[in-house]
Nanobody, 124 residues
């Protein structure tokens, strides 16, 4: 059974950094794109960043470009999100997800497997 486990969330002051990790078990997903989504209460889950299977193509939502970096280690079945210069508006539950496509996908419907999420809270 496929399982995605996020870690690395927590409470940080504005301007600080966090690194999220997502370990995938129960399957090999080195040939598929992966992504990080985020959700705040009362709003839909939206894509934050995505990465192609080989890591050579990435996508970031406009507000995150230059502050967040998505990467992956296929040998370890692990996805990362380095978050720098955090802002209070980055507060959300962050989810990792695996697509069934090789290239970057920017819609939630293109992702098949999801983690349970990790809370990131940025205080002002």
């Amino acid at each position: 059974q496929v399982h995605l486990a996020e870690s690395g969330g927590g409470l940080v002051q504005a301007g600080g950094s966090l690194r999220l990790s997502c370990v995938v078990s129960g399957g090999t997903f080195s040939r598929f794109a992966m992504g990080w989504f985020r959700q705040v209460p009362g709003k839909e889950r939206v894509l934050a960043a995505a990465i192609s299977w080989g890591g050579d193509h990435t996508y970031y939502t406009d507000s995150l470009r230059g502050r967040f970096t998505i990467s992956r280690d296929n040998a370890k079945n692990t996805l990362y999100l380095q978050m720098n210069s955090l802002k209070p508006e980055d507060t959300a539950v962050y989810y990792c997800a695996v697509s069934l496509f090789a290239g970057v996908r920017d819609e939630g419907k293109d992702y098949h497997y999801w983690g349970q999420g990790t809370q990131v809270t940025v205080s002002s």
